[in-house]
C-alpha cells in the first residue's frame, strides 16, 4: 500500500507519522499523481501546532501539504489535457501533497517543463505565487528601491530575484552567511540585526518599497524608513498589517496553476532560479520540518517520496 504523512491531534514534530493508505482513486476532473517531490512550508508546521486552528482549522487524522510535482498515474472521467505517463507539477489544497501518491483536480496541474528539476518543480507553489504576489502588491518600477527581509529564505529568495525583474534596486536583508548568494543575484546584502535602520539608510538614499517574509517588527521598521503604507506588503506579519493599514498580500493573491506555470517557464528558462536548502525521503518528514522549523534553512526543503 502506498504511504502518506498523518498527524492525529495538534502538536510537535512528533505527532507527524508516515502510514500506509489507500490508493487514492480520482473522481471526475482530477487526476491521480505518483508524487516524485514535494515541497515543505513553514505554514504546515503552524497548522500542525494548532496555532492556524482560527484560520486553517486541521480534520483529523490530517494529511498535509499543497506544492507538488510527479507523474500522472490514473485519469478521472472528463479529464482531457494529460495522458498516463505525463510529468506535471502544481498544487492541492487538500492538505495531501506529502504521500507518494494524491489525486488532484486536473486544473491545478500543469506539464513540468523538462530540464526543470523534480525539487524545484514539487516546490513552486506557496512560494512562488507568495514572492509574485508580494512583488505584484508593493508596484515596482524601474528606479525604484525595495528592501526585503527574510531575503534568503524559500521565498525571499524568490522575491528578490522577481523584483530585480521588475527593474528594482533591491536591498536583501539576510545573515551574512547569505550575503554572497544574494549579491551573485544582484541584491545589495544588509545583515539584519541592531541597528539595522541605520544600516539600510547608508546602502540606499531612500526606500521605495519593503517586502517582509520574516515578520517581527519589520513592518514598523518599514514605516521608520520613511515607506508609504500602500508600498508595504508582509505576507506573515497579519496583526501589524491591521493596526498600520499595510498590505498583506500573498499565497492565496495569486494562487493560480498560470502562476506557477509561469514561474516554472522562468526557471526552465534560466531565468529564476529556486534554492533548495535540503531534500528528504517521506521517512524523513520529521528531520526535514525540523529544518523548517529552525528558520534559518536558504530555499526550499523539500520531500522526495
Sequence with gaps: MPKAVRFERYGDIDVLNVV?????????????????????????????????????????????????AGVVAKLGPGVTGFAVGDEVLGFTNRRASHAQFVVVRADELAPKPRNVPWEVAGSLFVAGTTAFAAVRAVELKPGDTVAVSGAAGGV?????????????????IASRANHAWLAGHGVKAVEYGDALAERLRETARR????????????????????????????????AAAAEYGVKAEGNGAAATIEVVSELADLVARGELEMPIAATFPLDGVRAAFELVEQGHAHGKVVLLP
Design 207 to 238: 526606500v521605495d518599497a519593503f517586502i517582509d517574509t520574516h515578520g517581527d517588527g519589520y513592518v514598523k521598521l518599514a514605516l521608520d524608513l520613511g515607506v508609504d503604507a500602500e508600498r508595504i506588503d508582509t505576507i506573515i506579519d497579519f
Design 20 to 68: 500506509e493508505v489507500p490508493l487514492p482513486e480520482p473522481g471526475v476532473g482530477e487526476v491521480l499523481v505518483a508524487v516524485k517531490a514535494a515541497g515543505i512550508n513553514p505554514g504546515e508546521a503552524k497548522i500542525r501546532t494548532g496555532v492556524m486552528h482560527d484560520r486553517w482549522p486541521a480534520d483529523f487524522p490530517s494529511g498535509q501539504g499543497s506544492d507538488l
Design 156 to 172: 525571499g529568495s524568490l522575491v528578490v530575484q522577481l523584483a530585480r525583474r521588475a527593474g528594482a534596486e533591491v536591498i536583501g
